[in-house]
């Protein structure tokens, strides 16, 4: 029962707005086809969804961002693989759909899975563009407490993130104080001052430790984050690695 659906997704695409005539469970088959699990950095049992693209990030290109103007490895990696597209349609299903429903849907889309799933990761490309967004994530964090951790990396500082009760926010920009640790970019291992945190395990072990085996930014707890520029710009995040 775990094999997606394609018909369900080109109907969506090619008809446009079917949100009323859709069940959760034709959802469900929808967000299973645009959910991916793993890759070069994350653990298989890791769920990501993005809600949209590194390419229409709203903080590309700006103060906010943790790296410099054409530094941004996920905008690099749909140029390189055929992701941007797969990316803008996880936007237009997030744009259509409530917490409670994507929740629902999620669900049922877990219950079909025959491998285990632990987390859910938002975001690896793309970034919270509204307060909605953030209120959204923590209503799907909320309602899936029982059976996933829900995690996140974000560098829009400007939004109101006390609001995200119920997962986890890792800060990727030193803009403001907000969420449960920095994630720090730096150009060197040498460059992390002295007992400011960790290096992020993944660096230190050859990639052999992942997210989801080390769950640093999983949690709450823990200390502030450094990894290495060169890891961040090298592709880690693309479905295809
Ligand atoms: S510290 Fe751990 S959870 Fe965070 S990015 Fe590194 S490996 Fe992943």
Not at 100 to 107: E, G, L, S, V
Not at 161 to 180: I, L, M, R, Y
Not at 220 to 233: H, R
């Amino acid at each position: 029962m775990g094999a997606v659906s394609p018909p369900y997704s080109q109907r969506f695409v090619e008809e446009g707005d079917l949100a009323p005539t859709l069940t959760v469970k034709e959802w469900s088959y929808i967000l299973g086809d645009h959910i991916s699990y793993g890759n070069t950095k994350i653990e298989d049992t890791v769920a990501i969804f993005n809600t949209g693209a590194a390419s229409d990030c709203i903080n590309l290109n700006s103060d906010y961002c943790q790296v410099g103007p054409g530094e941004c490895y996920a905008v690099q990696s749909e140029e390189e693989f055929p992701c941007k597209d797969y990316r803008r349609r996880q936007q237009i299903i997030w744009d259509h759909l409530d917490g409670q429903t994507w929740a629902k849907a999620f669900r049922r889309h877990y219950n079909r899975k025959e491998t285990p799933v632990t987390d859910i990761r938002f975001s690896e490309a793309g970034d919270f563009r509204t307060q909605h967004d953030v209120l959204r994530v923590n209503e799907i964090a909320r309602e899936l407490d029982d059976i996933v951790n829900v995690y996140t990396y974000s560098a829009s500082s400007w939004l109101d993130w006390t609001d995200a009760t119920h997962f986890t926010v890792n800060q990727s920009n030193a803009k403001g104080d907000f969420g449960d640790r920095n994630y720090n970019v730096v150009a060197d291992p040498e460059n992390m001052p002295d007992d400011a945190g960790l290096w992020c395990p993944f660096d230190q072990t050859d990639r052999n430790i992942k997210c989801g085996d080390c769950r640093v930014c999983l949690e709450p707890d823990g200390p502030d984050v450094y990894i290495e520029l060169e890891t961040k710009t090298s592709g880690p995040g693309t479905p295809e690695e």
